[in-house]
């Protein structure tokens, strides 16, 4: 496999030889957050892609086919318009935390965008609580919208926002037990040695099946946690015509747009993480051939394509589910999905301390 | 039908005596303007149990001042009838509990439906200042009558207090401009107040001035979704009326067609109701099959939603020869979708749980709202006007009424689903046999219906439509008044909200079925 | 002078093309330097391409309008995408039917709750005019009366085929519009500081205590 560390350590070290390394930190900060950001922006563009034509397939259309070839440029062109529209500001809302929200939501989602371990070596942070990164910073998106609704002065963002407290702030829970699981598995919480832990196989597979209902659960509690159908109440088209972000225009709605669409990516990254192995390619111990063939494909491919299954899985649900009421949503968690999380985690620990794992 | 008038000071106590003989179904309640003789009131009358049909008719000397008791506690839907009397006559119902304005705004100067009413725009210029917020405006008031007190108690009045959102009237889901507003505590529904008219195109005054052959391209506009039906409904009335017979062929082609109508409006029904759900691929399914129906439209008529086929003694134009093949083959590619409407989206476990037990209406309110159609039918009241009053070819094919039981939004939406497949079973047995003959018998080239009064009713897409007419020989109607499908639907609304939360309103909302311009007319 | 192309139809087969030339005249009197004019027209090509439309209906055309982005028709393929349920978030209002005088202020406050660029698209008889309800004493006789319109399609309901035309016409007309100089804005930035919007669905006693500010 090929360890992108190598690069990177190339290019710290030639940082270094012509600068002091104070300065060399600061370049490098800048470096990785122009990438991390370029990254992001690309990968919602394509996301936003691939949504409108898997929708489109799903729905016996064509979906967008005039601008660009097949359509392929569509999205530039959303993005020219949303940047150009006007924003408008509210009477009588709460002018700081109106316009604060947007970047809140966008700045938790790209948070969580750099934990994700795209290759060996290519991740912007990786520490020895990785796990608890990732939850924590996926966690204050919810403070953005909260603050959306509440500062908008309309009573339809209100309403949204309050569910999408209620909502995002339970199916936190239900995530954490997940991760859990896995760390109880794996006995760390850094994100390389997740990965590497699954160099002999996949968490889904070691794991047998406790990690295949953690798997089946984060997949729920994340789509929940991304607000997308059937667990888009907070924006509830049909109800509260837009929800939370009702009042926002032009970029700040988009911001709100492209942070949907990467918590997408985020929860569906975290899951081939965990359960399908990040970037490790497919082994199988005792046929060393395969393994060989499988690891010159490069982890990168890997990682992505586990990613986008993931994302086509929810993308599937959520075009064709329809929508769950707010008290079935919260019933849906306290009452069956973390109780069999916790069932489940006792399980899991049962399954290591008698070495029942592969 | 000739109505018996009562005298009002006995029309209480006469129309609680019909009450307690079983008549419980207002069918329609017409407001009229005599002239000199005065302003009144029509009410058509129909028992459920008998089939037993009469009008009861009241008149009121004083056209300044007049008043009529209210019967909005014997029969529910009375409430928004009076309401709509109201507005347009200025009738003051006594005891009403909430006499507001019902489609015109608040601030309009005087009634329209009314003979002596002035149209110049000085009067009624267009006000783009927004209504005032206090909605509820009470012309009169009998402070001292305990019983007013208790009903004003039961009224929609929203106080200023509550947590009041507006659901429209540009909103998503309510399928047009209707505008309800919702008193809410947290996510439950506590009270609402349905405001209509802001589709409100007058339809009826309008009629007043045209002939009658002008009148028939307005009946499709009401409700667009039974374009075919309505226009079925006038063409009926009217030549009841002059006495002409359709050919046979006339009615095969019109029964095919109403079917293919019905089939065509469930479908809409279905896509809206899961677009409202959440489900927007099963939106996309139900245009999908939509559009074959419409190809068939189109064809025939020249029209894909508005076809203008139904004329005075006919239709406008003869099928096609491979309209049978046409409708033949899409009836069988229709019965395959079924299946994968029911996978897709009735058998879909949300679904399930977002319809059933949510937002029943039982079989003694639907009645007593006058909830007819698929609405009535999912509660349990056989109300098919083709099984009640049978028309065109309705009593010689066989099918089936579809009834259910509970009333709730499920089976509101089984209902539709069932009728799609009895609509297809109806078409497969008259489709083969289209007699030959003429598609239109000739006319006068001038209508002139006899004086008296006329009514006629078919089975809409959505429930019971008909149409009244009072001729005085002219060749335009003295009075022209159209059943809507949709009103009893809304005003039943607050009795199936009890304890509902908003998600709940939108699925009510979407499997009660209702078209916006057919209820403001 | 400027020819805005739209793919796969030449600019010969449209209709009406003096009214757009008129436009293009009269935007292009004062001269602009060439790298606005082509910042320009990058910005037409992605407002052009991404008319995102707000879900408003009042009647028959209503339906012709969700047959449009349905399975058949399907407006999405020309970018017309996503239909917003918050004026906030639309480009244009499609204005599907008759429009009555109660409806009237409605339709004026969605459209100043429309956030700059915005057009405004008069579908079928009576948005044009009042059609079949012309004569009627509570319908507005075409909401030019009220709002500017940019383009109309006549029709009783128009054909989901005559719709794609107008909002391919729209494109035309949007493709040829100066971004820089605030030429085409609706409402002038003054207007917009002077009469601030009033906010939808806030509590009833707000409104009134602004009322008597």
Same mark, same amino acid.
Request: zero cysteines; charged letters at 30%.
């Given at each position: 496999m090929f360890d992108f560390s190598t690069i990177t350590t190339a290019i710290d070290q030639f940082l270094r030889d012509i600068m002091p390394s104070q300065a060399a930190l600061l370049v490098e900060c800048v470096l990785v957050a122009l990438c991390a950001v370029l990254a992001y922006v690309m990968f919602a563009i394509v996301m936003i892609f691939m949504e409108r034509k898997v929708c489109a397939a799903f729905q016996c259309r064509l979906g967008p086919m005039r601008v660009g070839p097949w359509g392929l440029l569509q999205v530039f062109a959303d993005v020219f318009k949303m940047l150009i529209k006007e924003i408008i500001s509210i009477n009588n809302s709460d002018k700081v935390l109106y316009n604060l929200a947007p970047y809140l939501v966008v700045m938790s989602s790209v948070l969580t965008f750099c934990c994700l371990p795209f290759g060996e070596g290519l991740l912007v942070l990786d520490f020895n609580i990785g796990i608890f990164f990732i939850m924590a910073a996926s966690s204050f998106g919810v403070l953005g919208i909260l603050l959306a609704g509440w500062s908008s002065n309309n009573k339809f963002s209100m309403i949204g926002a309050v569910r999408s407290g209620a909502q995002m702030i339970s199916y936190e829970l239900s995530i954490g037990i997940c991760l859990l699981t896995i760390v109880v598995m794996s006995g760390t919480m850094q994100i390389s040695e997740l990965v590497e832990a699954q160099?002999?196989?996949w968490f889904i597979f070691k794991g047998h099946l406790p990690a295949v209902i953690a798997f089946i659960i984060y997949l729920i509690a994340g789509n929940a946690e991304t607000n997308r159908a059937p667990f888009d109440l907070p924006e509830a088209e049909s109800e509260?015509?837009?929800?939370?972000?009702?009042?926002y225009s032009g970029m700040h709605f988009g911001f709100f747009y492209v942070a949907e669409f990467m918590n997408l990516f985020i929860v569906a990254g975290i899951a081939s993480t965990l359960f399908l192995g990040g970037w490790m390619p497919l082994h199988i111990s005792g046929f060393d051939s395969f393994n060989t063939i499988m690891d010159y494909i490069p982890g990168v491919i890997w990682f992505l394509g586990k990613t986008f299954f993931v994302i086509w899985v929810l993308m599937w649900i959520r075009w064709t589910f329809p929508r769950l009421r707010i008290d079935q949503v919260v019933s849906l968690e306290w009452k069956y999905l973390v109780p069999i999380g916790l069932l489940n985690l006792l399980i899991m620990t049962l399954c290591v301390v008698m070495g029942w794992i592969f | 039908m000739n109505p018996t008038f009562i005298d009002i000071k006995e029309f209480r106590q006469h129309m609680e005596n019909l009450r307690r003989k079983g008549m419980d179904f207002l069918r329609d309640l017409i407001g009229m303007d005599w002239g000199d003789e005065g302003l009144g009131a029509i009410y058509a009358l129909e028992n459920t149990a008998t089939g037993e049909n009469i009008q009861v008719a009241i008149r009121c000397e004083s056209r300044d001042n007049a008043h009529i008791p209210t019967v909005c506690d014997i029969w529910s839907v009375a409430e928004l009838y009076e309401r709509e009397i109201y507005d347009f006559y200025g009738i003051i119902f006594d005891h009403h509990p909430d006499m507001r304005r019902?489609?015109?705004? /608040?601030?309009?100067?005087?009634?329209?439906?009314?003979?002596?009413?002035d149209e110049s725009e000085a009067l009624n210029p267009i006000r783009m200042e927004n209504e005032s917020p206090e909605d509820v405006q009470r012309p009169y008031e009998i402070a001292e009558e305990a019983q007013l007190k208790e009903l004003a108690k039961q009224t /929609?009045?929203?106080?200023?207090d509550q947590y009041i959102i507006n659901i429209g009237p540009q909103h998503p889901a309510t399928h047009g401009v209707l505008r309800f507003r919702l008193a809410l505590d947290g996510e439950e529904i506590r009270k609402i107040d349905i405001h209509c008219g802001y589709i409100h195109r007058g339809i009826e005054k309008m009629s007043e001035k045209l002939t009658y052959p002008q009148i028939l391209a307005l009946t499709d506009r009401l409700d667009y979704l039974s374009a075919h039906q309505n226009r079925h409904a006038l063409c009926m009335c009217i030549e009841k009326a002059i006495g002409i017979e359709v050919t046979e062929r006339t009615q095969y082609i019109r029964t095919i067609m109403d079917e293919l109508q019905r089939i065509d409006s469930h479908l809409l029904f279905l896509s809206c109701a899961a677009m409202d759900l959440g489900a927007i691929t099963t939106f996309i399914y139900g245009f999908r099959d939509r559009e074959k129906i419409l190809d068939i439209f189109e064809e025939v008529t020249g029209g894909r939603l508005i076809q203008n086929y139904n004329v005075i003694g006919g239709v406008q134009a003869d099928i096609t020869p491979d309209f049978a093949h046409k409708v033949k083959e899409y009836c069988k590619y229709q019965k395959g979708k079924i299946k994968e409407y029911n996978d897709v989206f009735t058998n879909n476990i949300i679904t399930q749980k977002r319809m059933i037990g949510v937002g029943v209406l039982t079989r003694e309110d639907a009645i007593s709202y006058g909830c007819t159609g698929g609405s009535g039918r999912a509660s349990g009241w056989a109300c098919d006007v083709r099984k009640r009053h049978p028309y065109a070819l309705y009593d010689k094919v066989d099918f089936k009424e579809i009834i259910y039981n509970n009333g709730d939004c499920y089976d509101r939406f089984l209902v539709r689903i069932d009728e799609i497949k009895e609509s297809i079973h109806i078409i497969e047995q008259l489709i083969d046999n289209i007699p030959e003959g003429d598609y239109k018998v000739k006319t006068k080239p001038i209508i002139r219906i006899p004086e008296g009064r006329y009514s006629a009713a078919v089975e809409g897409s959505r429930g019971e439509f008909g149409v009244f007419i009072e001729s005085r020989g002219e060749k335009s109607p003295y009075r022209l008044k159209f059943r809507p499908m949709g009103l009893p639907l809304i005003a039943a609304m607050h009795k199936i909200l009890k304890g509902a939360k908003v998600a709940d309103l939108i699925a009510i909302g979407a499997t009660l079925d209702y078209v916006i311009p057919d209820i403001d007319r | 002078m400027k020819k805005p192309a739209i793919k796969s139809i030449p600019y010969e087969e449209f209709k009406d093309n003096e009214t757009l030339e008129s436009l293009i005249a009269e935007l292009n009197k004062e001269r602009t330097n060439v790298l606005v004019s082509k910042l320009d027209d990058l910005i037409n090509w992605g407002r052009s391409n991404s008319l995102w439309s707000l879900t408003f209906a009042t009647s028959c055309c209503g339906i012709e309008f969700m047959a449009v982005g349905a399975a058949r028709y399907d407006f999405a393929r020309f970018g017309f995408e996503v239909t917003r349920n918050s004026p906030r978030q639309a480009d244009l209002i499609m204005v599907a039917g008759t429009i009555t005088h109660k409806m009237a202020p409605v339709l004026k406050r969605l459209y100043d709750q429309m956030a700059e660029p915005k057009y405004v698209v008069a579908v079928g008889g009576c948005a044009i005019s009042g059609g079949p309800f012309k004569g009627s004493y509570h319908v507005l006789n075409g909401v030019d009366k009220i709002i500017p319109v940019d383009v109309y399609i006549p029709g009783c309901p128009p054909r989901p085929e005559a719709m794609l035309y107008g909002m391919m016409q729209l494109q035309r007309k949007v493709k040829v519009e100066n971004f820089f100089g605030d030429k085409n804005r609706k409402h002038s930035r003054k207007e917009m500081q002077d009469s601030p919007i009033i906010v939808t669905n806030v509590p009833d006693s707000l409104n009134e205590k602004k009322n008597q500010q």
């Open positions: 160099r002999d196989g509260l015509t837009a929800g939370f972000h009702t009042e | 019902l489609y015109l705004r /608040n601030d309009w100067v005087g009634h329209p439906l009314r003979k002596d009413y /929609n009045k929203i106080h200023g | -």
